[in-house]
């Protein structure tokens, strides 16, 4: 396989993996080609490089450096502004948790105390409350174990899984 096509292949999946994670497959795209850029890009670079409009990469740059996946540069004396990508990726892997959990995770553990406030009075109600209580236990625990990855160290959890794998 060539550069190139080893280069498109990669830029492709790692779009459609993007979906996985939570951004759409464009953003991911964008992140793929920031990844494996050697130096900083511009828009106008992106928009060359992956066939797509100008308010469609400003969308997805935006919403990559709110994840804090790329960082804005600005150049003095110009006026394009350029990007490059986190290129840690124990970091990437980080602030992908982060928002996930933002996203998917902290409005779940915030309804399941809303609807857990309500009284058993039957067998219904009390089969409710039982299964909501076994969801929030396993959220709120999800939620500090996520909290531990995030603030750990990428040496630690690398020994760690490798002792596991042995």
Known sequence: MQYKEG???FIKTWGELGTNWGINKTMGQIHGLLLISTSEVTTDDIMKELHISRGNVNMNLRS???WELIHKIEKPGD???YYKAEKDIWTVFRQIIKKR???ELHPMINLL???SAIEAKDEKS???LKMMNELSL???KADKT???LVSSRANILVSTYMKFTR
Request: glycine share 0%; no cysteine; net charge negative.
């Open 113 to 115: 105390e809303d609807v």
């Open 101 to 103: 959990k933002e996203k």
């Open 64 to 66: 990559l450096v709110e």
């Open 79 to 81: 006026r394009k502004d």
């Open 126 to 128: 009390a089969e409710f």
């Open 138 to 140: 396993f959220s709120n």
């Open 146 to 148: 996520l909290d531990n």
């Open 7 to 9: 280069k498109e292949k």
